[in-house]
């Protein structure tokens, strides 16, 4: 009996080996393609980040020179670049009077679309909302 149950450990063991070197064999070359796949992604995501970075510091390094030449000017461009990138999408201005009055309580609020030349697609679109308009009256 003990002769036999030695016998059974022994199977048991040379089973579980077998088992355990054929899970190895599946999961490990998977994980290896895993890591290179992840490696290859990082050096790409590296090689994309330094190009910007450099064309980033080409353009600063454009402005700078152009700064050096001309401050007020510089200085002046930069503002307005700024502006038009953060007001361009937009839809309402507020406006002060521009200082030549004395301030009121409360300020104008216009709709960019009165102050700028209208596109032909707004225009279409503001003749189907005046027909719409005109047909509910």
């Keep these: 009996m003990p002769f036999r149950d030695v016998q059974a ?7 579980l080996q077998n088992e355990a070197q054929t899970y190895a064999n599946r999961v490990v070359p998977d994980a290896r393609g895993r890591a290179a796949q992840i490696l290859q992604v990082a050096e790409g995501y590296k090689q994309q980040a330094v190009a910007e970075a450099k064309g980033q510091s080409a353009r600063f390094l454009k402005v700078y020179d152009e700064y050096k030449k001309a401050p007020d000017v510089t200085r002046q461009r930069i503002y307005l670049e700024t ?4 007001l361009g999408s ?6 002060d009077g521009g200082g030549r009055r004395p301030r009121k309580a409360s300020c104008r609020i216009c709709r960019l679309s009165e102050l700028t030349p209208r596109r032909p697609a707004a225009r279409a679109r503001q003749a189907s909302r005046n027909s719409r308009a005109e ?3």
Excluded: C, G, P, Q
Aim: zero cysteines; glycine letters at 0%; aromatic letters at 4%.
């Design 135 to 137: 047909a509910t009256r």
């Design 9 to 15: 450990a022994r199977a048991d063991l040379e089973r």
């Design 83 to 86: 502006m038009e990138r953060i």
């Design 90 to 95: 937009s839809e309402k201005l507020v406006y």
